[in-house]
């Protein structure tokens, strides 16, 4: 269910929405907790947001990176900094992409949660 893959949490302050993608391997999967992301990131005032997104183990294709480089895009007024966490470094060179194309210089990859947090907590 979408909704058990997202979680909005406060830490030190700061506003966060981590998305749940782990191990996806179909598109519908992806669209099903995006368009519900989507919902919850536009509840928030611009800049406001911190998001950790989890696609370790997840299948990325151009497909995927389609889908979220509209997702990125259409909420990079909410979102002040983004962290991605990947299984390797072959993952990390097909999101680097999505990056680019939505024009979301404030985000970076990791191989875990709690470093992706750590960096978040220090870009504000």
Not at 14 to 30: A, K, M, P, Q
Not at 40 to 49: C, N
Not at 81 to 97: E, F, N
Request: proline share 2%; hydrophobic share 45%.
């Amino acid at each position: 269910m979408a909704t058990d893959r997202i979680q909005e949490f406060t830490l030190e302050g700061r506003n966060f929405v981590y998305f749940d993608l782990s191990g996806f391997r179909d598109i519908g999967e992806y669209k099903a907790v995006v368009e519900l992301a989507a919902g919850i990131i536009a509840k928030h005032a611009d800049g406001s947001l911190m998001t950790v997104t989890n696609v370790s183990n997840a299948w990325v294709n151009t497909d995927v990176q389609a889908l979220m480089t509209r997702f990125m895009s259409a909420n990079r007024p909410f979102v002040k900094c983004g962290a991605v966490i990947c299984s390797d470094t072959a993952q990390m060179a097909m999101l680097k992409p999505i990056f680019l194309l939505s024009k979301r210089g404030n985000m970076a990859c990791f191989y875990t949660r709690e470093d992706a947090v750590q960096w978040l907590l220090k870009q504000s």
